[in-house]
C-alpha cells in the first residue's frame, strides 16, 4: 500500500492532470450528502408515506431525481457506510464483519477503516474542498480511524451506534461521546439534540465556505438503532407516527434548513445535494417504520433493506421532478463526485463503484453499470443474492445467515423480476433458466473476487487495526 502521505500527492497530480485544457480554475461543484439511519424508503411523503410529513424532502423530489432502485451495500450500518465513503464492498475493505466477528463495529473496537484505504473526501481535497462529516461514523472509533485521519478537516458526532451505551456493558464500554476532531466534547452526549447539533454545525459550514467548494458529510441519527427512537422536544409528539414519525419529520427539517442555507449563500446552482439512508427500517413490534412498496426489513438483504430511498437535487444540471429507476448504488458516490470534480484515484486502486454521472444528471438513454456487471447483496462474508437488470435472484444456500436469528434456515432458489414486481409476489426461476444460470455465473464471480463463508476473496484488502485498543473518553 501507499502511505498516506504518498497516496495524497498521486491523488493531487492526477487530479490536475484530469482537467481539460483551461478548466484548472474553474471551481467544481459543493456537495452535501445526507444519511438517515434506519429510514425506509416508506417512511417519506415522495415514495408514497401518508403518515410522515416531509415538505423538504418532498420538494427535493420535485427540483431533483427520484431513484427508485438505488441500492446500499449491507442493511447494517457500518458496511453500508464504508461502501459510501470508499466506493468499495465492505468485504474489499474487509469491515463486513467486526473484531469480534459481529455485524457492525462496537466501542473500543480493535478494527476500522484502514488509514491506506482512499475516502471520498481525500479523493476531493487536491481539488481545494473543505471537508466536514457532521453525524454518526461507525467506521473505527480509534484514533488512526476516525474521520479527521481520514480526510475530513472537521468531524462532530458519535463514533458509532447511539444504542452503544454504557449502560449495556459497563465494564467494556464508556459513556456514549460526542467528539470534536479526536476530543470528546459531551459524555454521555444527550441523544436527543443531536440532530440540531449536526444542522447548525452544518449551516455554520456552508456560511464559513462560500469562497471555496466543499463536501460535507452527515451522516445523521436517526431514525437510529435504539428502541425508543431520540427525538428533539421541539418534534415530540407532533407527528401521525409517534416518536418514530416525529424523528422522521426532524429530520426532514434539518434538510430544509441545510438547504435555506445553502440558497442564502447564493449557491443554489453550485451545489449537489443527496439524500438517502444506511439501510432499510427495521421490523419492530408495534411497527414503526416502512419500506413499502418493496419487501423485507433492515438488517438483511431483502429488497426493504438495502433498496433505498434517494433523491438528489442540483438545480440547472439535474433535470427537476425526473425519475430514474436504473440500478444506481452508494458505490457510485466516490467514483461520480471524483469525476465530477475533476479528480481521480488511480488506476491500481480497485473500486466497485462507477462513475454514474450520466444517470444522476438524466442524460437521456443512460444505463445502469451494474446490468452487466451484477449487484451483491452480502450479509456480513455470505453472498445472498444478486441483481442484473430487472433480476434479482437469491441464491441457494444451505443456510442463510440473518442478523439475530437463533439458527439459520436453508434459502431457496428464487428468481424475481424486481423492476416490474417490487413485492416480489411472482417467483419466476422455472420461466427464466437463461437469467438464472448468467446470475450464478456472477456469483461465482464475486466469489472469487470478494469471498464468501469461509472463502477469503482474492480481492480483498486489510482492515485497519490497532494491537491495544482505548476507549473514547473525556479528559
Same mark, same amino acid.
Given at each position: 500500500?501507499?502511505?498516506?502521505?504518498?497516496?495524497?500527492?498521486?491523488?493531487? @497530480?492526477?487530479?490536475?492532470?484530469?482537467?481539460?485544457?483551461?478548466?484548472?480554475?474553474?471551481?467544481?461543484?459543493?456537495?452535501?450528502?445526507?444519511?438517515?439511519?434506519?429510514?425506509?424508503?416508506?417512511?417519506?411523503?415522495?415514495?408514497?408515506?401518508?403518515?410522515?410529513?416531509?415538505?423538504?424532502?418532498?420538494?427535493?423530489?420535485?427540483? /431533483?431525481?427520484?431513484?427508485?432502485?438505488?441500492?446500499?451495500?449491507?442493511?447494517?450500518?457500518?458496511?453500508?457506510?464504508?461502501?459510501?465513503?470508499?466506493?468499495?464492498?465492505?468485504?474489499?475493505?474487509?469491515?463486513?464483519?467486526?473484531?469480534?466477528?459481529?455485524?457492525?463495529?462496537?466501542?473500543?473496537?480493535?478494527?476500522?477503516?484502514?488509514?491506506?484505504?482512499?475516502?471520498?473526501?481525500?479523493?476531493?481535497?487536491?481539488?481545494?474542498?473543505?471537508?466536514?462529516?457532521?453525524?454518526?461514523?461507525?467506521?473505527?472509533?480509534?484514533?488512526?480511524?476516525?474521520?479527521?485521519?481520514?480526510?475530513?478537516?472537521?468531524?462532530?458526532?458519535?463514533?458509532?451506534?447511539?444504542?452503544?451505551?454504557?449502560?449495556?456493558?459497563?465494564?467494556?464500554?464508556?459513556?456514549?461521546?460526542?467528539?470534536?476532531?479526536?476530543?470528546?466534547?459531551?459524555?454521555?452526549?444527550?441523544?436527543?439534540?443531536?440532530?440540531?447539533?449536526?444542522?447548525?454545525?452544518?449551516?455554520?459550514?456552508?456560511?464559513?465556505?462560500?469562497?471555496?467548494?466543499?463536501?460535507?458529510?452527515?451522516?445523521?441519527?436517526?431514525?437510529?438503532?435504539?428502541?425508543?427512537?431520540?427525538?428533539? %422536544?421541539?418534534?415530540? =409528539?407532533?407527528?401521525? %407516527?409517534?416518536?418514530?414519525?416525529? @424523528?422522521?419529520?426532524?429530520?426532514?427539517?434539518?434538510?430544509?434548513?441545510?438547504?435555506?442555507?445553502?440558497?442564502?449563500?447564493?449557491?443554489?446552482?453550485?451545489?449537489?445535494?443527496?439524500?438517502?439512508?444506511?439501510?432499510?427500517?427495521?421490523?419492530? %413490534?408495534?411497527?414503526? /417504520?416502512?419500506?413499502?412498496?418493496?419487501?423485507?426489513?433492515?438488517?438483511?438483504?431483502?429488497?426493504?433493506?438495502?433498496?433505498?430511498?434517494?433523491?438528489?437535487?442540483?438545480?440547472?444540471?439535474?433535470?427537476?421532478?425526473?425519475?430514474?429507476?436504473?440500478?444506481?448504488?452508494?458505490?457510485?458516490?466516490?467514483?461520480?463526485?471524483?469525476?465530477?470534480?475533476?479528480?481521480?484515484? =488511480?488506476?491500481?486502486?480497485?473500486?466497485?463503484?462507477?462513475?454514474?454521472?450520466?444517470?444522476?444528471?438524466?442524460?437521456? =438513454?443512460?444505463?445502469?453499470?451494474?446490468?452487466? @456487471?451484477?449487484?451483491?447483496?452480502?450479509?456480513?462474508?455470505?453472498?445472498?443474492?444478486?441483481?442484473?437488470?430487472?433480476?434479482?435472484?437469491?441464491?441457494?444456500?444451505?443456510?442463510?445467515?440473518?442478523?439475530?436469528?437463533?439458527?439459520?434456515?436453508?434459502?431457496?432458489?428464487?428468481?424475481?423480476?424486481?423492476?416490474?414486481?417490487?413485492?416480489?409476489?411472482?417467483?419466476?426461476?422455472?420461466?427464466?433458466?437463461?437469467?438464472?444460470?448468467?446470475?450464478?455465473?456472477?456469483?461465482?464471480?464475486?466469489?472469487?473476487?470478494? =469471498?464468501?463463508?469461509?472463502?477469503?476473496?482474492?480481492?480483498?484488502?486489510?482492515?485497519?487495526?490497532?494491537?491495544?485498543?482505548?476507549?473514547?473518553?473525556?479528559?
Amino acid at each position: 500500500m501507499l502511505s498516506r502521505l504518498y497516496s495524497a500527492l498521486v491523488l493531487a @497530480s492526477l487530479a490536475l492532470c484530469s482537467l481539460p485544457a483551461g478548466a484548472a480554475e474553474d471551481r467544481p461543484p459543493n456537495v452535501i450528502v445526507v444519511l438517515a439511519d434506519n429510514l425506509g424508503a416508506g417512511d417519506l411523503g415522495c415514495y408514497g408515506s401518508k403518515l410522515h410529513r416531509t415538505p423538504n424532502l418532498d420538494r427535493m423530489a420535485a427540483e /431533483g431525481v427520484k431513484f427508485t432502485s438505488f441500492y446500499v451495500t449491507s442493511g447494517v450500518c457500518t458496511p453500508s457506510r464504508a461502501s459510501l465513503v470508499t466506493g468499495c464492498y465492505s468485504q474489499r475493505v474487509n469491515l463486513h464483519v467486526s473484531d469480534l466477528g459481529g455485524a457492525v463495529l462496537q466501542p473500543v473496537a480493535a478494527k476500522g477503516l484502514n488509514p491506506d484505504e482512499v475516502t471520498v473526501a481525500e479523493v476531493l481535497k487536491p481539488r481545494g474542498y473543505a471537508t466536514a462529516c457532521y453525524g454518526k461514523w461507525h467506521l473505527g472509533d480509534q484514533l488512526p480511524f476516525l474521520p479527521t485521519n481520514q480526510g475530513f478537516d472537521e468531524f462532530l458526532g458519535v463514533p458509532y451506534s447511539e444504542d452503544m451505551v454504557q449502560e449495556k456493558k459497563p465494564d467494556l464500554w464508556p459513556p456514549l461521546p460526542l467528539m470534536r476532531g479526536t476530543m470528546v466534547i459531551e459524555a454521555p452526549v444527550d441523544c436527543e439534540k443531536l440532530t440540531r447539533i449536526y444542522t447548525e454545525a452544518a449551516v455554520d459550514f456552508v456560511r464559513r465556505n462560500t469562497e471555496r467548494p466543499f463536501f460535507l458529510y452527515m451522516p445523521a441519527a436517526r431514525p437510529g438503532s435504539t428502541q425508543v427512537v431520540h427525538v428533539g %422536544n421541539e418534534f415530540r =409528539g407532533k407527528s401521525a %407516527n409517534g416518536l418514530y414519525g416525529d @424523528s422522521v419529520e426532524e429530520l426532514d427539517r434539518s434538510l430544509g434548513v441545510v438547504l435555506d442555507a445553502v440558497k442564502k449563500q447564493g449557491l443554489d446552482d453550485r451545489t449537489l445535494v443527496i439524500w438517502t439512508s444506511d439501510n432499510g427500517a427495521v421490523r419492530r %413490534n408495534p411497527p414503526q /417504520g416502512s419500506n413499502a412498496p418493496f419487501a423485507g426489513w433492515g438488517y438483511g438483504t431483502s429488497e426493504g433493506g438495502m433498496r433505498m430511498p434517494c433523491l438528489m437535487r442540483w438545480p440547472g444540471h439535474i433535470p427537476a421532478g425526473s425519475v430514474c429507476d436504473e440500478v444506481t448504488t452508494t458505490l457510485d458516490v466516490l467514483p461520480t463526485l471524483a469525476a465530477m470534480a475533476g479528480a481521480s484515484v =488511480g488506476s491500481d486502486h480497485k473500486l466497485d463503484g462507477y462513475d454514474a454521472s450520466d444517470l444522476w444528471l438524466g442524460k437521456a =438513454g443512460a444505463r445502469s453499470h451494474y446490468d452487466e @456487471s451484477g449487484f451483491f447483496f452480502y450479509h456480513m462474508a455470505q453472498l445472498q443474492a444478486v441483481r442484473r437488470g430487472p433480476w434479482k435472484l437469491y441464491l441457494p444456500l444451505d443456510s442463510a445467515l440473518a442478523l439475530g436469528a437463533k439458527k439459520a434456515p436453508p434459502q431457496a432458489l428464487r428468481l424475481f423480476d424486481v423492476r416490474h414486481d417490487i413485492g416480489e409476489e411472482h417467483e419466476v426461476s422455472a420461466e427464466h433458466p437463461e437469467e438464472v444460470k448468467a446470475l450464478l455465473a456472477l456469483a461465482r464471480r464475486a466469489r472469487a473476487d470478494l =469471498g464468501d463463508l469461509n472463502a477469503p476473496g482474492e480481492g480483498q484488502r486489510a482492515a485497519g487495526h490497532v494491537d491495544h485498543p482505548t476507549a473514547r473518553v473525556k479528559e
